[in-house]
């Protein structure tokens, strides 16, 4: 592709630019996108119907960690996607959300849910909020939305306002995926330098020391990076995922067929180990043959005259 390729893309909120790095085009581009279509902004292939039915699935996952009387969060909470099929789990629901936008519609929309407090967050930190406070933190792809600089500051921040054992789950898009590498690929197209659009993609590793890093110790890690991180007095892994699945380097439907080559290449390797040592065994049996020992000696005197032959 040149710079000077054209096209742009149909859908309207492809087409809204991100003016610049600081927290303030950040939260100006969210504004836009809130006022296009905060739906699709949020969950950009959802329906309004799955977008109710994916806020369900969200808030199950989440249901385990969640007592009854606990407090929970949600960072990047949109119109409310999540967070009003949490309020009936636990008597204290949280949202923070860079666009005031956003809020504002989520106050609209859950203001039947007397438990639920929504507020604009100013897209770096949690400082409305105490050390300890929550039982549970999530956020549902919004990491890639953000520098990972800023992604990380979060990640620092949910522990500090976690308490002691509570989760925090997040999900960001796996660059290792071939469907997730299609959408990185097509943030590549010339246009999207012209009007640059935040996203930003992870793999398995980056995720891992990231979270280690802010405190945590990373309890579950899918294919498709969804984590489930913990607060304990000492960060770590567990095992199993980072030796046994390698990351999820070689899983998964994409990675360009890693998984399979990676197998095929083992068994070449296996193959000619056998076939080293079937030619070193017939090797050894010739090397044993009378005849060929008699004519290994005759050689060797041979050898032996002709260097003691005067020059």
Same mark, same amino acid.
């Given at each position: 592709?040149? #710079? =000077? ?17 600081? #927290?303030?085009?950040?939260? +100006? ?9 905060? %739906?699709?902004? %949020? !969950?950009?292939?959802? =329906?309004?119907? =799955? ?19 606990? !407090? ?6 949109? %119109? ?6 949490? +309020? ?66 979060? #990640? ?26 299609? =959408? ?96 070193? !065994?017939?090797?050894? *049996? ?17 050898? *032996? ?7």
């Amino acid at each position: 592709m040149k #710079l =000077s390729d054209r096209w742009e893309p149909d859908a309207a909120l492809e087409r809204i630019g991100l003016e610049g790095q600081d #927290l303030g085009s950040h939260q +100006a581009f969210w504004d836009h996108s809130a006022d296009v279509d905060a %739906i699709r902004a %949020i !969950a950009d292939r959802d =329906s309004d119907e =799955s977008f109710e039915s994916s806020g369900i699935t969200d808030a199950e996952a989440i249901r385990p960690y969640l007592p009854a009387d606990g !407090a929970f969060l949600e960072i990047g909470c949109g %119109i409310g996607r999540v967070l009003q099929h949490v +309020a009936p789990l636990c008597r204290e629901v949280h949202g923070v959300d860079i666009s005031s936008e956003m809020v504002k519609r989520a106050e609209r929309r859950l203001r039947h849910l007397p438990n639920v407090h929504v507020r604009h967050g100013n897209g770096y930190d949690l400082e409305p909020f105490g050390d300890a406070s929550f039982d549970a933190v999530y956020c549902g792809f919004v990491f890639q939305h953000m520098p990972k600089t800023t992604a990380f500051n979060y #990640l620092m921040e949910a522990w500090r306002v976690l308490k002691p054992d509570g989760v925090f789950r997040f999900q960001v898009p796996n660059l290792l995926r071939s469907e997730q590498f299609h =959408s990185f690929s097509w943030f590549a197209r010339p246009y999207f330098a012209h009007h640059p659009y935040p996203m930003h993609f992870y793999t398995p590793v980056e995720v891992t020391q990231l979270a280690t890093r802010a405190g945590f110790w990373v309890e579950g890690l899918t294919d498709e990076i969804v984590v489930l991180a913990r607060k304990r007095e000492q960060p770590g892994v567990t095992p199993g995922i980072a030796e046994g699945e390698r990351l999820s380097l070689l899983e998964g439907d994409g990675l360009f067929g890693l998984r399979d080559a990676d197998r095929r290449l083992r068994e070449e390797q296996r193959r000619l180990q056998e076939e080293n040592r079937q030619l070193s !065994a017939r090797l050894e *049996r010739i090397l044993r043959h009378p005849l060929v020992r008699v004519g290994l000696r005759v050689r060797r005197g041979l050898r *032996r005259l002709a260097g003691a032959a005067p020059r």
